[in-house]
């Protein structure tokens, strides 16, 4: 992204589709004359085994948050940044974003983009483009904290990252 209302200009993670029925509602709560757009629908016979099915909801996803970044008001919430930019839980987001934590928000978001996090499918993508001469070491870290480690989080960017 090229929005400065972001400390990172890129990012990396995965979010199941009830942590986005989450962000919507807090996002309703706290801007209570916006209409936000639409989550796609939640079909009752969902087959993550089905690539229609899920592109079809990944797509949904996307424009969602396209939408959601759109405006201002909500590009001021805390909780979408966390959302964004880190792997946080819905329930530790809550807790650094109402101070219950001993890290703020900019030490979440700083702290998750400086570990090393792949995901399995980018981690085997990489291998096959790097040799053993220039691999990265990995990172066993995996809470909040400083971290010497400044790699990325090694995922391509997409539509959706350039966006947030």
């Given at each position: ?25 807090r996002l ?8 936000l757009p ?62 219950q ?8 978001i ?6 090393n ?37 090694g ?10």
């Open positions: 992204t090229n929005s400065i209302c972001f400390t990172r200009k890129t990012s990396c993670v995965r979010r199941r589709f009830r942590e986005f029925v989450w962000l919507r509602q309703q709560s706290n801007a209570v004359l916006i209409q639409e989550l796609p629908s939640k079909t009752p016979f969902f087959n993550m085994n089905n690539p229609h099915h899920v592109d079809h909801r990944r797509q949904g996803l996307q424009e969602f948050l396209e939408k959601i970044l759109q405006d201002a008001l909500l590009l001021s919430d805390s909780r979408l940044h966390l959302f964004l930019q880190t792997q946080l839980s819905p329930e530790d987001m809550e807790a650094c974003v109402s101070g934590t001993k890290y703020s928000v900019a030490d979440a700083h702290s998750f983009a400086s570990l996090r792949r995901f399995p499918i980018e981690d085997e993508e990489r291998k096959k483009g790097k040799t053993d001469a220039d691999s990265d070491s990995e990172s066993s870290s995996s809470g909040l904290g400083p971290s010497d480690d400044s790699i990325s989080c995922c391509k960017a997409s539509p959706a990252s350039e966006e947030s």
